[in-house]
């Protein structure tokens, strides 16, 4: 099918499907041909502003699926702000995951345990190192208190060695 053939898109609820997919190697051209496809079928203003409300439509798993399988990057100054800080927040969302299940932790029990418990301060310290996710995000998801908390016990945890904390000995080795 060439750039300039009409294609079959199909609209379901809010999301567009279009019979042109995605090739694995990269996003920018394919996804321009998609949206000049789009444009074929439906005209410039069915295309444009049904993309007009994020980065992606569809839901969080259909979001994170995009981000895992085509390894799109937060950091794509094409996207605007608050599509690059959801796409971080998905990464670190999947990396958290990871940290609280090599310690058999979930998020229900950060909420429920003290703020400044050494698990926690654990998970903290390896998502700074490996994720670069910031305090205000930490604190949220861990329950840290305020976000200047975050720095507080991932500091004291760094000056009191922390290969002698268990929990992030095990995050080390699996995360």
Known sequence: MSDTARCTCTFIGS??????????????????RT???????????????????????????????????????AEARAWESQGA?????????????RCLRALGRTEKAA????????????????????????NRWLSARLHLGRPEAVSVHVGRLRRGQPQKNPDYRKLITVV
Not at 15 to 32: D, M
Not at 43 to 71: E, I, N
Not at 122 to 130: C, F, G, H, Q
Request: hydrophobic share 50%.
């Open 15 to 32: 999301a567009a499907f279009c019979t042109r997919s995605l090739p694995r190697g990269g996003i920018t051209a394919a996804l321009l």
């Open 35 to 73: 949206l000049a496809s789009w444009q074929l079928c439906w005209g410039q203003a069915a295309a444009y502003v049904s993309l007009s409300q994020g980065w992606a439509l569809g839901t969080a798993g259909f979001k994170a699926a995009l981000v895992k399988d085509y390894g799109m990057a």
């Open 85 to 97: 800080r959801e796409i971080r927040e998905m990464r670190w969302a999947a990396t958290l995951e």
């Open 111 to 134: 909420q429920t345990d003290r703020k400044g418990a050494p698990w926690k301060a654990a998970v903290a310290l390896r998502m700074k190192e490996i994720s670069q996710a910031n």
